[in-house]
C-alpha cells in the first residue's frame, strides 16, 4: 500500500495543495493527529485524491500538508464534501490560522554531482 | 543528473525547508527563475543540499519552494554563505514576503487501493 510515494515532477499535470498550519506549541502534536485521521478516514479514499505528506514544524508552531491531487477540479469537489468539511473544520477550529495554496510543479533540482 | 528524485519519508532525518514567497503576479515568472538560477548555480553545489522543487501558485501571487536538506546544520551553513545570501537579498526585494520554516516528515498517506 505504501508502494506509490509522492513523486514530484514538472508537466506531471497534477495539481499541488500546500496547507501551512499556524499552531500553538502544545497543540502541534493533537493538530498533526488530527490531520493524519482525516486524511486515513476520509481524503485518501475521495476521488482524485493522490498522496498526502505531513510535516512538523521544527520551531512548535507549524504543521504543513504537502498534498496532491489529481485535478483542481478533484481538490475542490472535496471541499463540497460533508465528511472532510467535518475534518475540516475541526483543524480549523484547532489552529491560529492556515493557508491553503494550490500549485504545478514548474521545476526540481538535485545536488551537484561533484 | 536528473535520477534523483525528491523522496518523501519519515524518518529519514532529512530536513525540510518549505518557503513560502508572496509577490505581485506581475512578478511571479521572475521570481521563479531567480530561485531556479539561484538553485542550479550556488545551492545545490553547497554541503547538505539534497534538492528543491519550484511550485507556482495558481492564483498568481505565491511561489513555494519545497527543499531539503541532509541537515539543519548545513541549512543555516548555507544561510551563512555570501553567494547564496546575495540570492536570498535579490529575492527578497522582490516580494512581498517570504516565510522559510524548517519541518520533520512525520507521515505519508497514499490514495486508497479501492
Redesign the interface.
Known amino acids: 500500500?505504501?508502494a506509490?510515494?509522492?513523486?514530484?515532477?514538472p508537466g506531471s499535470g497534477v495539481?499541488?495543495l500546500?496547507n501551512?498550519f499556524t499552531v500553538a506549541p502544545e497543540r502541534q502534536a493533537e493538530l498533526?493527529k488530527l490531520l493524519?485521521e482525516a486524511?486515513?478516514e476520509v481524503?485518501?479514499?475521495l476521488p482524485g485524491?493522490?498522496?498526502?505528506?505531513?510535516?512538523?514544524?521544527?520551531?512548535g508552531t507549524?504543521v504543513?500538508n504537502?498534498a496532491q491531487w489529481a485535478s483542481?477540479e478533484h481538490f475542490e469537489a472535496m471541499l463540497r464534501d460533508p465528511k472532510a468539511q467535518t475534518h475540516m473544520r475541526a483543524a480549523a477550529a484547532m489552529v491560529e490560522k492556515f493557508?491553503p495554496?494550490?500549485?504545478?510543479?514548474?521545476?526540481?533540482?538535485?545536488?551537484?554531482?561533484?
Open positions: 500500500m505504501e506509490t510515494k509522492t513523486s514530484i515532477v495539481c499541488t500546500i501551512v498533526v493524519e486524511t486515513e481524503m485518501r479514499h485524491f493522490i498522496s498526502a505528506n505531513m510535516h512538523r514544524g521544527l520551531e507549524r504543513t504537502y483542481r493557508e495554496h494550490l500549485y504545478e510543479v514548474v521545476s526540481t533540482h538535485q545536488r551537484s554531482a561533484s
